[in-house]
């Protein structure tokens, strides 16, 4: 049982350049969460999804897009990557109430 | 929507001492009031929540307290030790089950020995 587990945990991109972040969780949650964490401002809410094949804006969506196309797996996709997108990357599942499970991140650097 | 303040953002305690953490939040719709922890380096991870038909809740060392009325709740950590330097984030939820949790911008806790 992994949990939630995020791929991958270190990632160096140039400007402009495009990637995706993976996250997969096992314990049949119907909830899943992209959040980044940046000194000082906490967990800002990125996307969410309350079902397979459902996305949500959160708090800072903008320059991000995600899919929930399998219910274990939620994908986070920077389609030109900026400087501002440097920070460390959270994903994490739910049932639709109570605690949230969180991956170990993903620590994403644009240059 | 719903807002989280979080104080202070930084706490220095000695060993042994209490530490206290407080937010509030502003959504009267909000009744589920989680706390996580977060090490350096490691995943947040839930510490103790309440929601909000209950007053307090402890948990060995660690309790929280809501106070519906004036839209606040807190965390209470006693008899500190090393090991609960860290960083804490509060958070509150609609409990809706369509509202995610909005978290506060945490504060970083240093126990000295």
């Known amino acids: 049982n992994a949990g939630v587990t995020q791929t991958p945990k270190f990632r160096v991109l140039k400007t402009g350049q495009s990637m995706t972040l993976l996250c997969a969780q096992d314990?049949?949650?119907?909830?899943m969460y992209w959040y980044r964490q940046d000194p000082g401002m906490g967990l800002r809410l990125i996307h969410y999804?309350?079902?397979?094949?459902?996305?949500a804006k959160g708090e800072v969506p903008d320059g991000y897009n995600v899919s929930r196309l399998k219910k274990q797996n939620f994908l986070l996709g920077l389609e030109s990557a900026a400087p501002s997108q440097t920070s460390v990357y959270f994903c994490a599942s739910s049932l639709p109430v109570g605690e949230l499970f969180f991956g170990e991140g993903s620590r994403l650097t644009v240059l | 929507g719903e807002n989280v303040e979080q104080h202070p953002s930084t706490l220095s305690v000695q060993e042994g001492d209490s530490a206290v953490i407080k937010c509030t939040y502003s959504d009267s719709a909000s009744n589920y009031f989680p706390w996580y922890k977060q090490e350096l380096g490691k995943r947040p991870q839930l510490i103790i929540d309440?929601?909000?038909?209950?007053g307090e809740k402890k948990d060995q060392r660690i309790a929280v307290t809501l106070n519906k009325t004036a839209k606040h709740f807190s965390l209470h950590i006693t008899e500190t030790q090393p090991e609960d330097s860290a960083v804490y984030f509060c958070a509150a939820d609609a409990y809706s089950g369509n509202t995610p949790l909005v978290f506060g911008k945490g504060t970083r806790l240093s126990v000295i020995a």
């Open positions: 314990m049949n949650h119907e909830y």
């Open positions: 999804s309350v079902g397979e094949g459902t996305t």
């Open positions: 309440i929601r909000s038909n209950v």
